[in-house]
């Protein structure tokens, strides 16, 4: 810590200097001015709602009003000054203004719609924004008004569909289910592909903390981030454009950028929805009134009259949802601020099962100086959730593990006495009903995430940012269950869990633009980081509770445990930047990284990057021979590197010894995991090709691009000879490859004044191949029942287990009593690859309508060639439980006795074509301007979510998966809540 605060006092005193340096510009002979217009779009000259209004090398400016209309005064020197006008979504557009005699200027604007928004300024890790036509390689954006009124509560729900390259996948239908983001397929095995997240400069946390055992699902801290609080969102997806944020970053990044304030006078904006969330499908059940007399023994069929229970009802039921936001922004022309408050409270479909959010969040602007900006950002979040365990993966005591494994001939509801029977007869397993009714599960999260940023322009060249941000979260989770319940703990279990979570970064980037030639423009840009985090759990767990007892401390004590850990990154990085003529542009950048969780000869690495485009649609040669037909292309191609740091902890890389207790003294055991210093990051190399081409007068716009990841190095468990002392030991010893494209389509078919269309399409294909393991070998993935694997030239996490024997024409082959078996490979194996649950595509269809204040918004989405391993189905079809429908078709003789118990341990059986096409959004809304003058928009807005799906999976939802956001075990369903169906009713108004 006294390194960082020497260096934060060098950083202090740099930019005091700098300072100083700075405050010869000069404020004399100006004037005060007021400039109004409006803006409009091309075609339609419907007003451009929120577009950016300001006057170039100033502070000045302003965003539009619902009627496209702006307003602001600014100090200007009498002479020729530029007016910008920006929109996402419109080319920008630059109008020469006079400052003269006249004090007020009127200037109207009119932007043409730009569908691949290649004027757009993006952000790129340097600090500085970059026009998106100089770019050599794809970034996606969301705006903001595609991530509300959409019935999703989190971010990364809402992004859903609208990305190329970018798989989100809801792991859990949980109120806060935890999410899964994959962008361009997995770059690690033993770490996690999530990308890295930033939020106005600051790296945050998204970790998925599983403090008690809700049976494999766990929430991501993203949870916190309330999207109504966002302006646009920017997906960095190749290893090229992510280079510049060094080993944090082979997974791409995803930057948030928060609504900011706008001067002029105070503008409020109330938001409150309803929703109703509900089971979308019921799974088939036994439905026949009969029962084995003995369910072990094949050969007695003998029966007797039983009624059956639907246990499904015991768990799900329809959950209400409420939520409110207010917020409000204004200003001078010096001072802005944006400041919102908001509370979130959404049931889940699983019985007593709620999500509650709280959030207030402030961001102010500052113009201190001509020269100099400063920016805070302040959020804090109270998350609250009650939960109800559901999965198996490590323990049983779950509601839907307890249906999978229950007989539903005996009634789960409890006696007059309120005890509940037992369901599941031959396995100690949960009656549904009381998990529900009397278990109780809950977390509790207290973020706070907070920054301050100084923007200085020293001169028309040189510009500096300075970024400190920091981000500190409280998780704290209960567990409880009563005594004298059906489940394994039937004496009662308690745990008590906390992890302290804490992380900062600060960043210091200068750039110098110059132009070198007429033609020939210059950027050079250099940079530094520090990061710290760390992070410090405890836990406690204990069974015997005593009657109405429900803290840990007032049981038998199972399990006691404290972790710490504390990470260092450092960095820093020089990138040059030329463009000729505004057509060509090349970009090359170097970045030196560094991480405590290496050896000290491995921890500093390098990370190179290289990109390149052309625009060769503003040749005159273009002009004159496609112009008509393409009035937009542009090429690009982008070449870099980035590392990856999750796979290896904070202490990872030494021998680790366990405190213990022998023959009552204090001892240390070894672990069996033998420490390596030698150890240094993952590594990935990728190349991006592609075009972006915009079709008749841009009415089409198309964006392709190609990639390949090779990664190498990957940190992989080798196991080690029984001599050594040890099991396994981490080694740089595996290498994976992801090769894929994408495809973006943006059209506009129809555009009037009353009526408009609007059609995007996304097609993503990824394919992943695992290029080496240690020794050719296989791994079998943690949380999955040895069920996924890593296999040498497979994909990773592809199932792996046993399968039919069968006959020669393809047949499942029936032994003499007429029941499956086995079979064998031709090298003697008993196990096979049976189904991989990466896609083999993916892609959205959107439609947005609007005719005159009335708008429709309709989104599908559809993930194909991906299997789901459905072990639901492999226990309720088995006779032995009961509860399944194939046990139904048994009783009534359609199969032997027994069929589904022969099947059981023929995992091939279970892996089923998880292909579907969802419904995802359908938004239909209505804007009007009432006769208040006090009102400037009232929205009315009614909402469907995940309405429909066309599968063939028997299962609940083949989108979830019970190994929650887990990198290799995708696809597997056991016990898993679904996602609801949402319905949301919205009212907006502005004043």
Same mark, same amino acid.
Not at 323 to 341: D, F, H, I, R, V
Not at 386 to 403: C, E, H, L, R, S
């Given at each position: 810590?006294?390194?960082?605060?020497?260096?934060?006092?060098?950083?202090?005193?740099?930019?005091?200097?700098? $300072?100083? %340096? /700075?405050?010869? #510009?000069?404020?004399?002979?100006?004037?005060?001015? !007021?400039? @109004? *217009?409006?803006?409009?779009?091309?075609?339609?000259?419907?007003?451009?709602?929120?577009?950016?209004?300001?006057?170039?090398?100033?502070?000045?400016?302003?965003?539009?009003?619902?009627?496209?209309?702006?307003?602001?005064?600014?100090?200007?020197?009498?002479?020729?000054?530029?007016?910008?006008?920006?929109?996402?979504?419109?080319?920008?557009?630059?109008?020469?203004?006079?400052?003269?005699?006249?004090?007020?200027?009127?200037?109207? $604007?009119? %932007? /043409?719609?730009? #569908?691949?928004?290649?004027?757009?300024?993006?952000? !790129?890790? @340097? *600090?500085?924004?970059?026009?998106?036509?100089?770019?050599?390689?794809?970034?996606?954006?969301?705006k903001s008004e595609d991530l509300v009124d959409n019935g999703a509560t989190q971010i990364d729900q809402a992004i859903a569909g609208k990305i190329t390259g970018a798989l989100v996948q809801q792991n859990s239908g949980d109120p806060a289910g935890g999410i899964s983001i994959r962008l361009r397929g997995p770059s690690t095995i033993s770490g996690n592909s999530d990308p890295l997240y930033i939020v106005d400069g600051i790296i945050i946390s998204n970790s998925s903390n599983e403090l008690v055992d809700l049976g494999g699902n766990t929430q991501n801290r993203l949870a916190d981030i309330n999207p109504n609080d966002i302006e646009k969102i920017e997906i960095i997806k190749g290893a090229a454009a992510a280079a510049i944020y060094g080993s944090r970053a082979s997974n791409g990044v995803v930057?948030?950028?928060?609504?900011?304030?706008?001067?002029?006078?105070?503008?409020?904006?109330?938001?409150?929805?309803?929703?109703?969330?509900e089971l979308r499908k019921e799974i088939d059940y036994n439905t026949v009134p009969l029962a084995w007399t003995a369910p072990t023994d094949r050969s007695d069929l003998n029966t007797v009259a039983a009624d059956r229970y639907n246990l499904q009802d015991e768990i799900f039921e329809s959950g209400f949802g409420v939520?409110?936001?207010?917020?409000?922004?204004?200003?001078?022309?010096?001072?802005?601020?944006?400041?919102?408050?908001s509370h979130l409270s959404n049931d889940g479909i699983v019985k007593n099962t709620n999500f509650k959010r709280y959030g207030f969040k402030a961001n102010l602007t500052q113009q201190a100086f001509d020269w100099l900006k400063v920016t805070g950002g302040?959020?804090?979040?109270?998350?609250?959730?009650?939960?109800?365990?559901?999965?198996?993966?490590?323990?049983?005591?779950?509601?839907?593990?307890?249906?999978?494994?229950?007989?539903?001939?005996?009634?789960?509801?409890?006696?007059?006495?309120?005890?509940?029977?037992?369901?599941?007869?031959?396995?100690?397993?949960?009656?549904?009903?009381e998990a529900v009714a009397r278990f109780d599960f809950g977390q509790k999260t207290n973020r706070f995430i907070t920054s301050v940023a100084l923007d200085a322009n020293f001169t028309d060249n040189l510009s500096a940012k300075y970024t400190l941000g920091m981000d500190y979260y409280n998780q704290s989770a209960t567990a409880y269950i009563p005594i004298n319940n059906t489940s394994p703990n039937a004496d009662g279990y308690a745990r008590r869990s906390d992890l302290n979570s804490f992380q900062y970064n600060s960043d210091l980037n200068l750039t110098y633009k110059a132009d070198i030639t007429d033609a020939i423009a210059s950027t050079s840009t250099v940079g530094g980081s520090w990061q710290y985090e760390e992070r410090d759990r405890v836990g406690i767990n204990a069974t015997g509770l005593p009657p109405v007892v429900e803290t840990a401390t007032g049981g038998s004590i199972l399990e006691q445990g404290e972790t710490r850990s504390q990470i260092s990154y450092w960095g820093a990085f020089f990138q040059q930047s030329f463009s000729f003529n505004d057509k060509i542009y090349v970009n090359g950048a170097v970045r030196m990284d560094g991480a405590s969780t290496f050896g000290e000869d491995e921890r500093n690495q390098l990370y190179f990057k290289a990109s390149g485009s052309y625009v060769v649609s503003d040749e005159d040669f273009w002009k004159s021979t496609f112009g008509g037909a393409f009035n937009l292309f542009k090429l690009r191609a982008s070449w870099g590197q980035a590392g990856n740091l999750t796979a290896l902890g904070a202490f990872d890389r030494f021998s680790v010894y366990n405190p213990d207790a022998l023959t009552g003294s204090v001892s240390l055991i070894p672990s069996t995991a033998q420490g390596n210093e030698d150890l240094k990051p993952e590594r990935q190399d990728e190349i991006e090709i592609g075009f972006d081409a915009g079709l008749l007068n841009s009415r089409l716009g198309i964006e392709f691009s190609y990639y390949k990841q090779k990664v190498t190095d990957l940190l992989l468990p080798r196991v080690l000879a029984p001599s050594s002392g040890f099991g396994s030991r981490f080694e740089n010893v595996g290498n994976l490859e992801n090769t894929g494209v994408e495809i973006l389509l943006r059209g506009a078919p129809i555009k009037t004044q009353d009526f408009s269309w609007d059609v995007t399409a996304t097609f993503s294909k990824n394919k992943?191949?695992?290029?080496?393991?240690?020794?050719?070998?296989?791994?079998?993935?943690?949380?999955?029942?040895?069920?996924?694997?890593?296999?040498?030239?497979?994909?990773?996490?592809?199932?792996?287990?046993?399968?039919?024997?069968?006959?020669?024409?393809?047949?499942?082959?029936?032994?003499?009593?007429?029941?499956?078996?086995?079979?064998?490979?031709?090298?003697?194996?008993?196990?096979?690859?049976?189904?991989?649950?990466?896609?083999?595509?993916?892609?959205?269809?959107?439609?947005?309508?609007?005719?005159?204040?009335?708008?429709?918004?309709?989104?599908?989405?559809?993930?194909?060639?991906?299997?789901?391993?459905?072990?639901?189905?492999?226990?309720?079809?088995?006779?032995?439980?009961?509860?399944?429908a194939q046990v139904g078709q048994e009783l009534l003789g359609n199969l032997p006795k027994g069929y589904g118990s022969a099947q059981a341990n023929i995992f091939e059986e279970f892996v089923e074509d998880g292909s579907f096409v969802k419904l995802r959004e359908v938004a239909l809304s209505y804007d009007f301007k009432p006769k208040w003058e006090c009102i400037d928009n009232v929205k009315i807005s009614l909402v469907g979510r995940n309405l429909i799906s066309w599968d063939d999976y028997s299962g609940w939802d083949p989108e979830v998966s019970a190994a929650g956001q887990s990198n290799g075990v995708r696809g597997f369903d056991f016990a898993t809540v679904p996602i609801p169906r949402t319905y949301q009713l919205g009212f907006n108004v502005s004043f």
């Open positions: 810590m006294g390194k960082l605060h020497d260096y934060l006092g060098k950083m202090r005193f740099r930019l005091a200097l700098l $300072a100083l %340096l /700075a405050t010869t #510009l000069s404020a004399f002979g100006q004037s005060q001015y !007021t400039l @109004t *217009g409006t803006v409009t779009e091309s075609g339609t000259g419907l007003p451009v709602v929120g577009a950016s209004v300001f006057i170039e090398n100033t502070s000045f400016g302003t965003v539009t009003d619902f009627d496209g209309n702006y307003s602001f005064t600014a100090s200007l020197e009498s002479g020729s000054h530029s007016l910008s006008f920006s929109s996402l979504g419109f080319s920008s557009q630059k109008i020469a203004i006079d400052a003269g005699g006249n004090l007020t200027i009127t200037t109207d $604007a009119v %932007l /043409a719609e730009d #569908l691949l928004s290649l004027d757009e300024v993006v952000v !790129t890790g @340097t *600090g500085a924004g970059a026009n998106k036509r100089a770019l050599g390689n794809a970034i996606s954006s969301v930057q948030i950028f928060t609504k900011q304030g706008r001067s002029g006078e105070p503008k409020f904006s109330f938001m409150t929805n309803t929703r109703i969330n939520e409110n936001y207010l917020s409000m922004t204004g200003g001078t022309e010096k001072t802005s601020y944006y400041l919102s408050a302040f959020n804090y979040v109270r998350s609250v959730s009650k939960d109800v365990p559901n999965g198996g993966i490590n323990n049983a005591y779950g509601a839907i593990t307890g249906f999978v494994f229950s007989d539903n001939s005996v009634n789960p509801a409890p006696d007059e006495s309120g005890v509940y029977p037992v369901t599941s007869l031959l396995v100690p397993r949960t009656n549904p009903a992943n191949e695992v290029t080496n393991v240690a020794g050719g070998g296989r791994l079998a993935l943690a949380g999955s029942f040895s069920t996924n694997y890593v296999i040498e030239g497979e994909p990773l996490g592809v199932f792996y287990r046993q399968f039919y024997a069968r006959n020669e024409d393809g047949s499942i082959a029936l032994d003499a009593d007429g029941y499956p078996y086995r079979g064998t490979t031709e090298d003697g194996e008993s196990s096979k690859v049976l189904g991989d649950p990466n896609p083999d595509w993916f892609g959205s269809f959107i439609n947005e309508f609007s005719y005159k204040n009335f708008g429709l918004r309709v989104q599908f989405d559809a993930v194909q060639g991906y299997d789901v391993f459905n072990w639901n189905r492999r226990l309720l079809d088995n006779v032995i439980f009961g509860g399944g």
